[in-house]
């Protein structure tokens, strides 16, 4: 299996950046667009275990959009292979001073194109 083709990696890039930006701009289709529609797809949250597209999306309706903005760091994507890829990243929100956020990721290519099959998001004391 090969590790990190370029090409491969650059595309999961690209979807992973559109996914931030929707993300930190409450763009719901993007958001939306971005997951598996699919019963299996997950997604652990903050405060919520939703699993199935319609309870995500219906998180991501009813969320609310105002104190998104954050900044990353230690962001690790990595492919396997052309198909399946992990993306792995540190945040921090103003909104929630003195906790570190942690976010992964599973992506893999559909016949709808990239999509995230499993997601979780947790916070924890900054260190």
């Known amino acids: ?28 289709d993007v958001l939306d667009q ?7 797809v997950i997604r652990y949250g903050m405060n919520e275990n939703l699993y199935g597209f319609e309870e995500i999306a219906a998180f991501r309706a009813a969320r609310p959009s105002k104190g998104l903005l954050r900044s990353l760091s230690k962001t690790v994507i990595t492919t396997f292979g052309r198909d399946l890829a992990t993306a792995n990243t540190l945040f921090e929100r103003q ?5 570190l956020g942690r976010q992964s990721q599973t992506w893999v290519r ?14 924890i004391d900054n260190p």
């Open 1 to 28: 299996m090969q590790i990190n083709i370029p090409e491969v990696l650059s595309e999961v890039q690209a979807f992973f950046d559109q996914y931030e930006d929707a993300l930190i701009n409450n763009d719901i």
């Open 34 to 40: 971005s997951f598996w529609n699919n019963p299996l």
């Open 95 to 99: 909104t929630v001073p003195g906790k």
């Open 110 to 123: 559909t016949d709808a194109g990239w999509k995230i099959v499993s997601a979780h998001v947790s916070l």
